[in-house]
């Protein structure tokens, strides 16, 4: 069983994690009313991906014997200018729940939770991903500048990316991602 404090620490990051799968969902629209199909799609994958992440944190914390306490999400932010300013948006984002991230590592530490340390290892090397995924787009709109047909071409390229996790976790996430 988890601490109270890591508890109530975890339930919290399902609800981070549901913004953040929300806040993509409003980048991925802003994108799409722009004509940015590639973007869009780019940015509903990362809300399924999201999704997965919240989803872990709540099947956890049930797997362990613990309530999963939901709150309100916040609305997120839904006007963006630039394809660079959804980027870097998300970037901004991503860094805020990566020290979120390291902070449940922290109390898991403190607290000599081997089991929670060992399941927020999964986090920690997710979130170098996901900063490196933003920062390296975040480069190549820096290159891009103002050229809308190199705009175009990389938007076509952003298109290509595919869901890789699951979508149904009427079985259970853990049970989604194995294949089963």
Known sequence: MVSKKLEKEINGQVNK???????????????????????SRWFMVQYHEEMVHAMKFYEYLQDQGNDVVLGAIEKPEGSFTTAMSLYEAALKHERFITGSIN?????AIAEKDHASKAFLDWYVTEQVEEEQNDTEIIQTLKMIGDNTAALYLYDKE?????VTVPTDFSGGVSAAMKGK
């Open 17 to 39: 994690e549901m913004y953040s799968a929300y806040l993509y969902m409003a980048m991925s629209a802003h994108a799409n009313a722009r004509g940015l199909k590639g973007i």
């Open 103 to 107: 902070d449940l590592v922290d109390i």
């Open 158 to 162: 952003l298109a290509a990316r595919m």
